[in-house]
């Protein structure tokens, strides 16, 4: 059975700031690795896909990087911003479209 | 991409009743499905909504508690069924296209239960 992890459980950093954010799952035959953030009230957005045979994605400020070998994807953001601050959900996609997602790591930038 | 909403946003119910929560897409989907979300959890999927076909139920949760329907290739419903304080979750609804593998979801539903 398919577990994800998502260290740190929180994190505040100042306006500016580089950051990394971690995913770990334990069944390496993933499907792909999906990000999404969850806003109150807004559901889930998706931010970034990454397939099985992909090594990264990116958009924009977001960069999302796979390792299967090792089970683990970061999500690393740069030059974060106020609106960044929600909560960031990990999610592998195995088999028949099922993903299993993290408990979330809920992230707050400060002015 | 595709536009979810959720009907109702958000509801508080007396413990043994039973809730239906709406689910509509703005094209034709191929797949549908329904996570909860209790407090400080994970999303879990509950399961696949099949249209013209009962639903594909993950390990852990049965039909008789959570009733769905999909009459078409847009709408679906999830019916928490004899509710006890242990169902007050989110409840979402999300679908995949055909042509891409990212799943979007809705808005979600804010269940209480008392």
């Known amino acids: 059975k398919q577990e994800v992890t998502q260290i740190p459980a929180a994190l505040s950093v100042p306006e500016g700031e580089n950051l990394v954010l971690n995913c770990s799952f334990t069944?390496?035959?993933?499907?792909?690795l999906q990000w999404f953030r969850q806003d109150p009230g807004k559901g889930l957005t998706s931010l970034l896909l990454i397939q099985s045979s992909q090594r990264e994605q990116t958009s924009g400020r977001l960069n999302a990087s796979l390792d299967k070998s090792s089970g683990r994807s970061t999500l690393y953001i740069a030059a974060s911003q106020p609106g960044d601050s929600t909560t960031y959900l990990c999610a592998a996609g195995s088999g028949y479209s099922t993903l299993t997602f993290g408990k979330g790591t809920m992230l707050l930038v400060s002015p | 991409s595709a536009v979810i909403s959720q009907k109702p946003s958000r509801d508080i119910c007396q413990r043994g009743t039973s809730l239906t929560i709406q689910c509509q897409v703005d094209s034709q989907v191929t797949m549908m499905f329904w996570y909860r979300q209790q407090p400080g959890q994970s999303l879990t999927l509950i399961a696949t909504?099949?249209?013209?076909?009962?639903?594909?139920?993950e390990s852990g949760f049965v039909i008789d508690k959570f009733p769905i329907s999909r009459p078409n290739l847009t709408f679906s419903t999830l019916t928490v069924s004899n509710m006890s304080p242990e169902d007050s979750s989110i409840y979402l609804c999300?679908?995949?296209?055909?042509?891409?593998?990212?799943?979007?979801f809705g808005p979600g539903t804010r269940l209480l239960v008392l």
């Open positions: 069944d390496s035959a993933i499907y792909n």
């Open positions: 999300s679908v995949r296209l055909t042509t891409q593998e990212t799943q979007y």
């Open positions: 909504a099949n249209q013209g076909s009962e639903a594909t139920y």
